[in-house]
């Protein structure tokens, strides 16, 4: 069983930053493969980036490349997701999830190759 808590949500002007966190249980964190998710209300869940156990993989979604970085920290059972020049559109709940396997390595944008899901933080973007 892997236990994920994000923080780091909240309420941002169009143009600003955040950086969520998400800190994981288990003492194999190194090799799960992280990724983050955002849900905005009335959409479906939505790949956002995923990072592999070692880190020398990253994979986002076109609508965050160049302003979104996924990074881990393997000491500290944690990763993250620094995001700049917000906008209105990722107003989102964001999700970390963890994939225990390897799946996501192919198939990052599947939802079900996730096995544990954080509970999610509310990013809003004001414009």
């Known amino acids: 069983q892997v236990q994920l808590v994000e923080s780091g949500g909240g309420l941002v002007q169009a143009g600003g930053s955040l950086r969520l966190s998400c800190a994981a249980s288990g003492r194999t964190f190194s090799t799960y493969v992280m990724g983050w998710f955002r849900q905005a209300p009335g959409k479906e869940r939505e790949f956002v980036a995923r990072?592999?156990?070692?880190?020398?993989?990253?994979y986002y979604t076109d609508s965050v490349k160049g302003r979104f970085t996924i990074s881990r920290d393997n000491a500290k059972n944690t990763v993250y997701l620094q995001m700049n020049s917000l906008k209105s559109d990722d107003t989102a709940v964001y999700y970390c999830?963890?994939?225990?396997?390897?799946?996501?390595?192919?198939?990052?944008?599947?939802?079900?190759?996730?096995?544990?899901w954080g509970q999610g933080t509310q990013v809003t973007v004001s414009s």
């Open positions: 999830a963890v994939d225990t396997v390897g799946r996501a390595i192919a198939g990052p944008w599947v939802v079900k190759n996730y096995d544990y």
């Open positions: 990072i592999t156990w070692s880190a020398d993989s990253t």
